[in-house]
């Protein structure tokens, strides 16, 4: 028997020569224990043969989800999260999922941030960026967390930012920079702070160095101004190490009105490796993160916390890009 022309769960049993209930328990992936190996097998060789797909609608409703994530970002001005969807959306589409993006409000607070979508009908949510103390707004709703503190008590996919800004400070260091201006953003994240540790922390290991550093939001024209204060000075770096390849492109433009060149009189590097950094001139010495992997990782963890797994936190390693925004410091 068919329906709307379709083959049936029904039709899967009469085929396989099981019960209606078998092939439900197969089809679900429930089958292990209760079912022998050679029989699941016999069910999805009778559903590929009769051409049966189960119908997701109906599944939702009998387990009672949405097939709905939210995708929570800071923003949707940075590129960066345009490639986070993209990698979430993908494997999202591929089990039946949609994604609803929602940008959460700065300043965030855990006591107002639930608000919008506390009752809404989602299945989990994906959060991007976000301090630990931001999970109270959840609700109890499943999460993954992206690219935020590891430490934290839910599945986290981040990357590993530590070792990509150990990553410039070896470049810049190796090229005999050894007064480091680092351009902060001016945001409390846990991404943030592991970046400035790390670049810190390498520099001051090396004899000689020295970091000066600077805060900016991470907007072009704050970032312009921030680098500017660095660049007046008398004694000012022979490098600008940015956290987000915006806050160099800022920089860029501090360089150029003071009549400083790029790479001759200061070096710049970024970090993330937005199409931004291939489009400056010279292009951007910078750390390529891989958003949309970041987003696939995350989607694929939290389908997992959704079938009663326990996705374990990891890490994405980023690569350090070389281009011509980076060489020697200027011999003064």
């Not at 967390?145 to 260091?173: E, W, Y």
């Not at 907007?219 to 500017?228: E, K, L, N, W």
């Not at 360089?255 to 200061?266: I, K, M, Q, S, T």
């Given at each position: 028997?068919?329906?709307?022309?379709?083959?049936?769960?029904?039709?899967?049993?009469?085929?396989?020569?099981?019960?209606?209930?078998?092939?439900?328990?197969?089809?679900?992936?429930?089958?292990?224990?209760?079912?022998?190996?050679?029989t699941?097998?016999?069910?999805?060789e009778?559903?590929?043969?009769?051409?049966?797909?189960?119908?997701?609608?109906?599944?939702?409703?009998?387990?009672?989800?949405?097939?709905?994530?939210?995708?929570?970002?800071?923003?949707?001005?940075?590129?960066?999260?345009?490639?986070?969807?993209?990698?979430?959306?993908?494997?999202?589409?591929?089990?039946?999922?949609?994604?609803?993006?929602?940008?959460?409000?700065?300043?965030?607070?855990?006591?107002?941030?639930?608000?919008?979508?506390?009752?809404?009908?989602?299945?989990?949510?994906?959060?991007?960026?976000?301090?630990?103390?931001?999970?109270?707004?959840?609700?109890?709703?499943?999460?993954?967390?992206?690219?935020?503190?590891?430490?934290?008590?839910?599945?986290?996919?981040?990357?590993?930012?530590?070792?990509?800004?150990?990553?410039?400070?070896?470049?810049?260091l190796?090229?005999?920079?050894?007064?480091?201006?680092h351009?902060?953003a001016?945001?409390?994240?846990w991404?943030?702070?592991?970046?400035?540790?790390?670049?810190?922390?390498?520099?001051?290991?090396?004899?000689?160095?020295?970091?000066?550093?600077?805060?900016?939001?991470?907007?072009?024209?704050?970032?312009?101004?921030?680098?500017?204060?660095?660049?007046?000075?008398?004694?000012?770096?022979?490098?600008?190490?940015?956290?987000?390849?915006?806050?160099?492109?800022?920089?860029?433009?501090?360089?150029?009105?003071?009549?400083?060149?790029?790479p001759?009189?200061?070096?710049?590097?970024?970090f993330?490796?937005?199409?931004?950094?291939?489009?400056?001139?010279?292009?951007?010495?910078?750390?390529?993160?891989?958003?949309?992997?970041?987003?696939?990782?995350?989607?694929?963890?939290?389908l997992?916390?959704?079938?009663?797994?326990?996705?374990?936190?990891?890490?994405?390693?980023?690569?350090?890009?070389?281009?011509?925004?980076?060489?020697?410091?200027?011999?003064?």
């Amino acid at each position: 028997m068919t329906r709307n022309g379709r083959p049936t769960s029904r039709d899967v049993a009469h085929e396989a020569g099981v019960s209606q209930s078998t092939v439900s328990l197969v089809l679900a992936g429930k089958w292990t224990g209760r079912v022998s190996p050679a029989t699941a097998q016999a069910v999805h060789e009778a559903a590929a043969r009769i051409g049966y797909r189960p119908n997701e609608a109906a599944r939702s409703l009998r387990l009672g989800r949405t097939r709905t994530v939210l995708l929570v970002v800071p923003t949707l001005s940075n590129p960066f999260f345009g490639a986070l969807y993209t990698g979430t959306a993908r494997v999202a589409a591929a089990h039946g999922f949609r994604i609803v993006v929602y940008p959460w409000p700065e300043p965030a607070h855990s006591a107002a941030f639930g608000s919008p979508f506390a009752h809404e009908a989602i299945d989990g949510i994906l959060a991007s960026s976000m301090a630990l103390e931001m999970l109270g707004g959840f609700g109890g709703t499943p999460v993954v967390m992206l690219d935020s503190d590891p430490a934290g008590v839910a599945p986290t996919v981040d990357f590993d930012v530590a070792d990509g800004m150990r990553r410039i400070a070896d470049h810049v260091l190796g090229l005999g920079h050894r007064h480091v201006g680092h351009i902060a953003a001016a945001v409390d994240e846990w991404t943030f702070r592991s970046r400035g540790e790390a670049l810190h922390a390498a520099v001051a290991s090396t004899p000689g160095g020295r970091v000066t550093p600077a805060r900016a939001a991470i907007d072009v024209a704050a970032a312009r101004d921030a680098a500017a204060d660095l660049l007046r000075r008398p004694d000012r770096p022979t490098v600008l190490v940015c956290d987000d390849d915006q806050i160099a492109a800022g920089a860029y433009k501090a360089a150029r009105a003071l009549g400083l060149e790029v790479p001759g009189d200061v070096s710049v590097t970024g970090f993330d490796d937005v199409l931004l950094a291939a489009a400056l001139e010279p292009e951007l010495t910078t750390v390529r993160l891989p958003a949309a992997a970041l987003g696939a990782e995350g989607m694929t963890a939290l389908l997992d916390l959704l079938d009663g797994g326990t996705p374990p936190s990891r890490s994405l390693p980023g690569d350090l890009v070389v281009r011509g925004s980076t060489a020697p410091p200027p011999v003064r």
